[in-house]
């Protein structure tokens, strides 16, 4: 689908997600068929009936009582209270005290700065959406941001791409931090070298009206002695909590106190959850498709956070965390004792968050969407209610230069993911038509063969006027031969144009060989279109399943 001729010239174009490379089978088909995949999702976030179904089950479940909303609301006000929180962000909060609201809730790791780009996409995806389950279903729906700071993989989140001025890629990284790579990030602190990580943003960002606002509101989130999950929950905040966000730091001991209860259930009954997960990935991949996550059969879906971050398995009525063994019984009255020291690993992590909030839709990326697909029956294990999962917005993003070189030569956006010249090839190809060079020929040979036949007959009436007749013809080849060498350097002038421009919207489109929404840091949408680019999206990059959208900012 496109959009409409009569649409304004920098309009969004919606591209079926079909027509891209790097759209997964299952993606395709959870946007296009779903009913293929309809047993292993709790229902189809395209059906109305969907939602009025799973909002009441969600409001009613136990889990989300009046004490429980009351203590949710707590921990998060004393969250916004630390970070300096909006105030729509703060009013979105306390929200969910009450009984009758619900949440749309996405997440991702504390990447630098933010992340890439598609951590923006995900966040208005669930604001957008969040606004919808309001308008269409009369029920209080508020957005949530799980960051997500228990992983360890510093190498993820450590660094930071932007495009530079001279359309090349620059990566902005963190050193190595006290604990990186064995520690949760959320146990990182930034240090004084995070001033030379500016140093290098700066030095690449093209300077724009708003280059001076994004790096003085990013140095305020990433301050020497913050937490390194503290400054991106910061950070994503004062960009989104305007739009009433709300940002969860997952690794909040006062919450962890209100999934105990899963947790330990966790600790008693593993490894129930891997082998149901795995059980869900065989069923996927006999039906053409892959499982995402393969868990180990004696893996418990938890880790412990004490000392770093370590893995739990289980054997004969025994329980070994990293080096230690200990009985499943003294496991988990631990876990009970102290559910601040164990983490959930990505099996058990969305069932902790919709303990936590009443998640009536997920907003996911095509990864997270593959291991929610391995999850319904562990849903169901737990008692909790799984939520509709809606693929989040997704978008390439042009600047007018990119957007203009794309509709002239009528190139779609796929063309530019092949790292390749092949169809800049064809386009040089067509700059200078075989038509001009045979007829530059064709004239050179033309003007030789009636010079020839005009110096054979002169003669008879002047023999002298033979020479002449021969002068003036190689004075005309002389003069076609320059003609022909500046119709040359125009093409070849064309071509270095033609290259630039080619090569000016590949970069722009597949950075590093990869879609924007991926490589790049949200930062670069920042810098480029300032405050109002919350709002851009919100109006022109809404989540619509199956679509990709090609914007011009």
């Known amino acids: 689908m496109t959009t409409d001729t009569a649409a304004p010239a920098n309009a969004p174009t919606s591209l079926d997600i079909r027509t891209l490379s790097h759209t997964t089978p299952l993606a395709r088909d959870y946007a296009w068929d779903f009913t293929r995949l309809a047993a292993f999702f709790s229902g189809d976030p395209a059906r109305p009936d969907a939602w009025r179904e799973l909002i009441p089950r969600v409001l009613g479940h136990p889990v989300h009582d009046a004490a429980a909303r009351r203590r949710l609301a707590a921990i998060l006000a004393d969250q916004q209270a630390a970070r300096g929180a909006p105030a729509p962000a703060r009013a979105a909060a306390a929200s969910l005290g009450r009984t009758d609201t619900v949440t749309v809730v996405t997440g991702q790791q504390a990447g630098l700065f933010g992340g890439p780009i598609y951590t923006l996409l995900k966040a208005a995806s669930a604001i957008a959406i969040a606004r919808r389950v309001e308008q269409e279903f009369g029920t209080p729906a508020v957005p949530v941001f799980w960051v997500d700071v228990e992983d360890h993989d510093w190498a993820e989140v450590r660094s930071c791409a932007v495009l530079t001025a001279e359309d090349t890629v620059a990566t902005a990284s963190v050193p190595d931090l006290p604990g990186a790579g064995s520690r949760p990030v959320g146990q990182l602190t930034l240090e004084a070298s995070i001033a030379d990580v500016f140093t290098t ?295 270095e144009t033609l290259r630039r421009q080619y090569r000016h919207t590949q970069v722009q489109s597949f950075p590093d060989g990869g879609p924007q929404e991926r490589q790049l840091g949200l930062v670069v949408l920042l810098n480029r279109v300032g405050p109002a680019l919350v709002d851009r999206l919100l109006s022109d990059v809404p989540p619509v399943t199956g679509h990709h959208w090609l914007v011009t900012l």
């Open 201 to 495: 943003l700066e030095q690449a960002l093209p300077p724009t009206p708003f280059t001076a606002d994004v790096l003085a509101a990013l140095r305020e989130a990433y301050r020497p002695g913050t937490g390194y999950g503290r400054a991106c929950a910061a950070w994503i905040e004062s960009v989104l909590g305007p739009h009433g966000l709300v940002v969860f730091e997952s690794d909040d001991p006062a919450a962890k106190a209100l999934v105990a209860p899963l947790l330990a259930r966790e600790a008693a009954t593993a490894p129930r959850t891997s082998r149901l997960a795995a059980e869900a990935g065989r069923a996927l991949t006999a039906l053409g498709y892959h499982a995402q996550v393969q868990p180990a059969e004696d893996a418990a879906a938890l880790f412990s956070l004490a000392g770093g971050r370590e893995s739990v398995s289980v054997g004969d009525g025994s329980v070994r965390v990293g080096g230690s063994t200990v009985a499943r019984e003294e496991f988990a009255a631990q876990v009970t004792a102290a559910p601040e020291a164990y983490g959930p690993n990505v099996l058990l992590r969305p069932l902790v968050q919709d303990t936590l909030f009443p998640t009536v839709c997920y907003v996911a990326g095509p990864g997270e969407l593959a291991y929610l697909a391995q999850l319904k029956a562990v849903y169901d294990a737990h008692d909790v209610p799984m939520p509709l999962v809606q693929p989040r917005a997704s978008a390439t993003f042009l600047d007018s230069n990119a957007a203009r070189f794309m509709a002239r030569h009528r190139l779609g956006l796929e063309t530019f993911a092949a790292q390749d010249e092949r169809a800049l090839n064809d386009l040089l190809a067509a700059q200078l038509p075989a038509e001009v060079d045979a007829s530059a020929e064709d004239a050179a040979t033309g003007i030789a063969r009636l010079m020839d036949a005009l110096a054979a007959v002169v003669p008879a009436v002047d023999a002298t006027l033979e020479g002449a007749v021969r002068s003036s013809a190689g004075r005309m080849q002389d003069d076609l031969k320059k003609l022909r060498g500046k119709i040359l350097q125009a093409a070849k002038r064309k071509d």
